[in-house]
């Protein structure tokens, strides 16, 4: 049977994540997921994409906050009780109000990033809905890049890793494709097919493939660039539709919004 192998969240977008063994779920997802996003002084979203050092960024979760830090640059601690005001930031195609995390966490990420960097965090006035085609009433999203969740089974990974292999490449990790859910399917993209179902007490629908894109290829270790996974994607799971597009792993939208997830639950598929 389907079950959960792992469950990660990654507090700021883009940046380093943590594995849980459990996650509580509310209306926009894991609880603690992509809740603060790095941004232009002008408001325009930061990722991988254009900043891969944005990988060596920890992030640690407290009663009090939110902790940034890296080995050798120190740390900078975002109090959650403190406001900044508000600000108006660009995540994609939609423009939203998010809360200003004050100048040293600006000063910090700056430093770091080489590029003047501020913080932000969603607020009592966030609101970014679900892209409308895929979208029921209800459905919300944090700084994700579209969707809540996103899921990927042990088995799809080593079915690209075994091709990879093949062609003289060396395998990569699961933390390249930065999933919230892991999952031992028993079979390589049987999560394509599946439109919907439920994991403890929550259930799911299928969003559709996730796009991937360079961020893939960047180490999440060591913030270097390499040409795996998508030389190798690229050769077997093009999207017929969207050949441009090279899709590995399915977003999720969460119907049940509120629920715990635990790793060792079963995955069992709905009507």
Known sequence: MP???????YPVKSCRGHSL????????????????????PDGQFFTQRTLPRMALIDTELTANGLTLGSPNHGEVHIAASENY????????????????????????????????ARLVRMGPNFDRPVKPSKAKLGDIVTFADAFPFLILSEESLADLNDRIVASGGE??????????????AGAPF?????????????????????ARCIVTTTDQQ??????????????????????????????????????????????????
């Open 171 to 184: 395998p990569v990790p699961m933390d390249r494709f930065r999933p919230n859910l892991v999952i031992r």
């Open 21 to 40: 063994a459990s996650a509580e779920v509310d209306a926009w997802g894991f609880v603690g997921d992509r809740r603060y996003m790095v941004v232009s």
């Open 85 to 116: 005001g508000t600000k108006q930031v660009t995540v994609w195609k939609n423009t939203v109000f998010a809360e200003e995390c004050g100048d040293d966490a600006a000063e910090w990420l700056t430093r770091f990033l080489g590029t003047p």
């Open 3 to 9: 079950h959960v192998t792992g469950l990660f969240v």
């Open 222 to 271: 060591t913030g270097e660039r390499g040409k795996e996974p998508l030389k190798t994607l690229a050769m077997y799971r093009r999207d017929p539709a969207e050949p441009t597009d090279v899709n590995f792993g399915i977003n999720l939208i969460h119907e049940t919004k509120r629920g715990t997830i635990r790793v060792g639950d079963a995955l069992m598929l709905e009507s």
């Open 190 to 210: 049987i999560e394509d097919t599946w439109s919907r179902f439920r994991i403890g007490d929550v259930v799911f629908r299928n969003g559709g493939p996730c």
